[in-house]
């Protein structure tokens, strides 16, 4: 290379023509992003439209909901040419694949030019941007970074990255930004239709970059690369205030993200506090007592008082297993017991007000589903009871816990149930004993604090990730191991078949060495298939000896053949001293007379049937069970053709005997023996099944492939307890009609 010449024989932004195959690898990885963005950009159109007709019906001003309804009207006619526009601005960097770009002027030379105002709108959509993409790479950073070396062995250039990444979170962003630009929408529903596509596409897209990297893989590009990167985590308002303690907590928000918060708040829950309360009402009145005295009514500040009180008493009990999670009845009883407990003798006895006793009871109800989601020998029982006071607390001091999402009390209570739900199951293995004590010191420190903490949250989060990273290398581990298990099933049976095809004929080989050949020698032969392949010069000279021993060809030195024989039973592992010994008694001495250090055939021929298999057993001494194809009925064929499409990464839901559901991943499986691994939330490994008997259970409806929920366990729950309450009132309201 000449001074001064780039490396990888780039000159600058100038085009560089790739090689055919790179063409066509590129265009394929094209083909392959279009197909999958498609449905996406259509939910987020039909998201996006959804957003506005709630934004329209919340909004008590007439010129807002007609620019609402203009902005449908727009998105409906302009939603094609959206698809298009985007579509071809990716095709763009598709094909400029690898080329550098135009370098920016400095700061300097701008300021040399004159300095100008920056649109706050533009800016504004800038950060949107900004931030969307920043959040795709941080989920997906074990991925694009793969995805980037890939790509950069078809370009011919350095590992492509950020904008250089032609499907990555920077370039989805940019063709959004490009797809939008001619649509006459307001810059608040321009933001609106941002936070759509992030979360329909972005939010998503570790899946597609998984499928992209699976296909150069196959294709050849890089198909051993394993890399393990550090999990980036992107800056949120609790990181934002942890590291900035003295900065109040309403200027951690950034400007997009306040716009959007009323709209996401009025679109994304079920008017939880007033629509369950109004079904708490009716089935009062159609049967339940109140439970409430007209007396004296507590305060607010009373009432805060009293939980400030019992909060307090959460952190006085040691004993994890008394933390349980509270009824209605227990917490109201336990409250005005609170309340009461210093009033003078002979005064009226407070009670609760009908919102903060339905504040009580909604709480517990939630508090009970989330339970009902957690194993009962799980340790996430006690923190969820030791939670439970500090959270109504939060509940009756501020309503916005029930309907809004981004209330800091309720993401932390959504962040504990997740990692309680994935993390802390004792059916899925030993829980995380770091975060059982980063949780159990959670409840200590909420017990104390006047408000909830934002940085509690953070670092749960924090201890999820290093989780999450600890099951990623379980899964590729597992992975590995299966590769090579089903590369040595492989290897035995294309050996078995060579050496039938070679032992059959008019005078089969007998006694010993039809013991050596169908099965050590197999193995040797297989042996040399994993190293070079079947066109390897060790496998060719092996497959010579296989010819002389069967008296295929002619054999020119007996003691070379023997000790041809001694070197591939050493290359199984066997010991030199034994594999002279076993060679001893397969050929007659020459030259000397038998001693009583050499075996007879028969002693031969025990040795070889009791020496393992190669490949019996793993590396942790676990056997390896043979895959035996369970039979298929036309509706199990019909499912297992369907496996073409099969993705690793699939998560499915299974069927167990008593009722309950287990989610496994399929990490891997094998067209060709059939072989399948699946794997838990953690990384190990699940049952061996094969993908015949997958078929079955999926035909039966034993099993089927799951698609994960979106919706929080918060939300779920706010759901479960709506439908619950309904069924309470229709039974009580049939009863009551046959009465």
Same mark, same amino acid.
């Given at each position: 290379m000449t001074p001064g010449t780039p490396p990888?024989? @780039?000159t600058g932004p100038h085009p560089v023509a790739l090689?055919?195959?790179?063409?066509? !690898?590129?265009?394929?990885?094209?083909?392959?992003?279009?197909?999958?963005?498609?449905m996406p950009l259509r939910e987020s159109l039909r998201d996006f439209? &959804? @957003?506005?007709?709630?934004? #329209?019906?919340?909004? &008590?001003? %007439?010129?807002?909901?007609?620019?609402?309804?203009?902005?449908r009207t727009i998105v409906e006619r302009d939603g094609p040419a959206f698809r298009n526009r985007f579509a071809a601005c990716l095709s763009e960097r598709f094909r400029h694949l690898g080329e550098s770009a135009e370098h920016k002027p400095s700061l300097a030379g701008q300021l040399t030019t004159g300095l100008s105002l920056v649109d706050p709108e533009e800016q504004e959509i800038e950060d949107a941007l900004a931030s969307m993409a920043a959040r795709g790479e941080a989920r997906s950073a074990s991925s694009l970074f793969e995805l980037g070396y890939r790509l950069a062995v078809l370009a011919g250039t350095p590992p492509l990255e950020g904008e250089a990444l032609p499907a990555g979170p920077r370039a989805l962003a940019a063709a959004l930004s490009a797809a939008v630009k001619p649509m006459p929408l307001t810059t608040a529903h321009r933001l609106l239709l941002f936070h759509a596509v992030d979360a329909r596409v972005l939010a998503q897209s570790e899946s597609f970059y998984g499928a992209l990297n699976e296909h150069y893989r196959t294709r050849g590009i890089l198909p051993g690369f394993r890399v393990y990167p550090n999990v980036r985590v992107a800056s949120t308002p609790a990181t934002e205030r942890r590291s900035k303690p003295g900065e109040p907590a309403a200027t951690t928000a950034t400007? +997009?993200?306040?716009? #959007?918060?009323?709209? #996401?708040? #009025? !679109?994304? +829950?079920?008017? =939880?506090?007033?629509?369950?309360?109004?079904?708490?009402?009716?089935? =009062?009145?159609?049967? @339940?007592?109140?439970?409430?005295?007209?007396? &004296?009514?507590?305060?607010?500040?009373?009432?805060?008082?009293?939980?400030f009180a019992l909060q307090g008493h959460v952190s006085d009990v040691t004993d994890a297993a008394q933390r349980e999670i509270r009824s209605a009845q227990a917490l109201r009883d336990e409250l005005l017991t609170q309340l009461n407990r210093s009033r003078p003798a002979g005064s009226p006895l407070a009670e609760l007000s009908q919102e903060q006793g339905d504040t009580v009871e909604l709480t517990a109800l939630l508090f009970q589903n989330l339970g009902q989601q957690v194993a009962t020998a799980s340790p996430a029982r006690a923190v969820l009871g030791g939670l439970q006071w500090p959270m109504l607390r939060a509940a009756v001091n501020d309503r916005g816990f029930f309907d809004q999402p981004e209330h800091p009390a309720r993401q932390l209570l959504d962040t504990v149930s997740e990692a309680a739900h994935h993390w802390l199951d004792p059916t899925e293995g030993e829980p995380d004993a770091a975060l059982v004590d980063r949780l159990e010191r959670l409840v200590v420190e909420a017990s104390h604090a006047q408000v909830i903490d934002p940085a509690w949250r953070a670092d749960i989060e924090q201890q999820i990730a290093m989780l999450a990273r600890k099951a990623h290398v379980a899964e590729r @581990?597992?992975? !590995?191991?299966?590769?090579?298990?089903?590369?040595?099933e492989r290897a035995r049976q294309r050996a078995t078949e060579i050496m039938g095809e070679r032992m059959t004929g008019d005078a089969p080989p007998r006694g010993v060495l039809r013991i050596l050949l169908e099965r050590t020698w197999a193995d040797v032969l297989a042996l040399h298939i994993l190293r070079g392949g079947e066109n390897g010069e060790a496998f060719l000279h092996c497959l010579g000896v296989t010819d002389q021993l069967l008296g295929r060809r002619p054999i020119a030195d007996v003691q070379k053949l023997r000790v041809e =024989?001694?070197?591939?039973?050493? %290359?199984?592992?066997? %010991?030199?001293?034994?594999a002279l010994q076993v060679a001893g008694g397969l050929f007659e001495p020459s030259g000397r007379e038998a001693t009583d250090a050499d075996l007879t055939p028969t002693d031969v021929a025990v040795r070889l049937k009791q020496r393992p298999r190669l490949g019996e057993g793993t590396a942790h001494g676990e056997p390896v069970?043979?895959?035996?194809?369970?039979?298929?009925d036309g509706a199990a064929r019909r499912v297992y053709d369907g496996f073409a499409t099969l993705r690793f990464g699939t998560w499915f839901e299974f069927t167990q005997p008593d009722g309950s559901q287990t989610r496994r991943k399929l990490a891997w499986f094998s067209p060709a023996t059939g072989r399948c691994l699946f794997v838990n939330q953690r990384g190990g490994r699940a049952d061996d099944i094969d993908l015949t008997r997958l078929a079955r259970l999926v035909a039966t409806n034993e099993a089927r492939e799951w698609r994960e929920q979106r919706v929080s366990l918060i939300d779920r729950a706010w759901q479960a307890i709506a439908r619950n309450l309904r069924r309470d009132s229709d039974d009580t309201r049939r009863k009551a009609g046959h009465a």
């Open positions: 990888y024989g @780039r090689s055919p195959r790179a063409e066509r !690898e590129a265009q394929q990885g094209l083909s392959l992003c279009l197909t999958w963005l498609d439209d &959804r @957003r506005l007709f709630a934004s #329209a019906e919340s909004s &008590r001003n %007439h010129l807002e909901q007609q620019a609402c309804f203009e902005s400007t +997009h993200d306040a716009s #959007a918060a009323p709209t #996401a708040t #009025a !679109e994304g +829950h079920i008017g =939880v506090l007033e629509s369950l309360r109004n079904l708490l009402t009716t089935r =009062v009145q159609t049967g @339940r007592g109140a439970g409430f005295a007209p007396g &004296r009514l507590a305060s607010d500040d009373e009432l805060q008082t009293a939980l @581990r597992q992975i !590995e191991a299966m590769e090579g298990r089903d590369r040595l =024989v001694e070197r591939g039973l050493e %290359h199984l592992g066997m %010991h030199p001293a034994e069970p043979a895959v035996e194809p369970t039979p298929m």
